[in-house]
């Protein structure tokens, strides 16, 4: 039986990032860059204000002071959005807007604030009395401050946050090249399943893998493609394997099936088109995993018991589709907490379900309640995954273990 290390390296041998597509830049977010953007102009392209006030000559207002201030005639306005002015005339002032451009000639923007402009009435005035000498580029962003052009701004393999499309939004890139996003198929198996939208008989279950598991395919950047319940008999689980495989997706995600039951068929449907790698895992949930090809497309089969499916899902299905996606790392923002309370563990690699605390500089962490595979509650209830290493069957409460945040990433 593999451990958990040696079964994610096995896995991740048989992925490598999708080719790109160019995207509006709108449908871009959380996509992966195909290249780099070099910046073809200079951000800011013009000197500009950061700040609403006056524009000045520093040499003019360097005696500027509360109890005798600098007096000096306004000779023109430059709203936000204006062409770039002419030159500032010698001994005087332009009043300026945050954003628009500085004159030549100015060599500073005094705010507002330190004059004795009040704002309360949209009339330029004729004179401007100034309580503060500006030190010199007070105020003005220069240009290319943020970006100078030829500047490679954003490489391949960047993740496009919110940030990132500012910036290609701030370059004039209406669509952008990126990879392309997986097609995941995802199947339940099982006789037990019924839809959702059914009334369970005397010994079914509501299929809950379909829609937990394919919205984790959709929070990694896949796409998803539903083949629904196949029941526990060889040729409907290989009904759906191929329709898979003839809708061109790049991994083929199934539930249950993969154990040592007597109807557990869907070992011997991919075997029949294809081939497994291994079927167990030392870990704890998930232990029965599978991972093999069914005609050239890659397989996982995760276990049935809700929690096994997503945890399996989280240590081996992610990191997979973050590599078909372009991702250059996968890995889980990771934290240490001290257990509060003793666990015991049989010795595999185990994915306990915590809430965690932050008291001081370090954080506590508590079970998040029942840790039996079926009980998804405690899932949602948890603000990670604390890993006990394989080989450890005892960790007394205060010991230190890390612990794989859910949220951000």
Excluded: C
Aim: hydrophobic content about 40%.
């Amino acid at each position: 039986m593999l451990t958990v290390s040696e079964a994610r390296e096995r896995i991740l041998e048989h992925f490598s990032p999708l080719g790109a597509e160019i995207v509006p830049l709108q449908r871009a977010r959380n996509r992966v860059l195909a290249e780099d953007i070099r910046a073809t102009e200079n951000l800011p392209p013009f000197p500009n204000s950061s700040m609403d006030g006056y524009a000045v000559r520093v040499a003019e207002t360097a005696s500027a002071s509360a109890e005798q201030p600098i007096v000096l005639p306004v000779s023109g306005d430059i709203p936000a959005g204006s062409p770039i002015p002419g030159p500032l005339a010698p001994g005087t002032a332009m009043r300026i807007m945050t954003g628009a451009p500085v004159p030549e000639g100015a060599d500073a923007v005094v705010p507002v604030e330190e004059t004795d402009d009040r704002r309360d009435s949209p009339h330029l005035p004729k004179t401007i009395r100034i309580f503060k000498a500006p030190t010199p580029s007070a105020n003005v962003r220069p240009v290319g401050q943020d970006v100078r052009a030829g500047q490679v701004v954003l490489t391949a393999g960047t993740v496009l946050r919110p940030p990132a499309m500012g910036v290609l939004a701030a370059l004039g890139h209406p669509a952008v090249k990126v990879h392309r996003q997986p097609l995941v198929a995802v199947l339940s198996t099982g006789d037990e399943l019924v839809r959702i939208d059914e009334t369970p008989r005397p010994g079914q279950i509501r299929d809950t893998n379909s829609y937990s598991i394919a919205a984790s395919v959709e929070q990694y950047g896949g796409q998803v493609l539903a083949l629904g319940i196949a029941r526990d008999r060889l040729e409907d689980v290989q009904s759906k394997l191929r329709q898979a495989v003839e809708a061109g997706a790049h991994l083929i995600l199934s539930s249950a099936g993969v154990s040592v039951g007597a109807y557990d068929v869907v070992k011997a449907a991919v075997e029949s088109d294809g081939s497994l790698n291994f079927w167990r895992v030392k870990m704890r949930p998930g232990k029965p995993l599978a991972f093999g090809q069914v005609r050239g497309v890659p397989f996982i089969g995760l276990p049935g018991n809700p929690v096994s499916s997503l945890v399996g899902f989280e240590v081996f299905v992610r990191p997979a589709l973050l590599k078909l996606g372009g991702h250059r790392s996968w890995e889980r923002l990771t934290l240490h907490a001290a257990l509060l309370e003793p666990m015991v563990s049989d010795g595999r690699e185990t994915y306990l379900r915590v809430t965690l605390e932050k008291r001081g500089e370090t954080y506590v962490a508590h079970s998040a309640g029942h840790q039996g595979s079926n009980i998804i509650t405690s899932l949602v209830k948890a603000d990670g995954l604390m890993i006990v290493p394989e080989g450890l069957t005892e960790a007394p409460a205060g010991a230190s273990l890390p612990v794989w945040l859910m949220e951000g990433g």
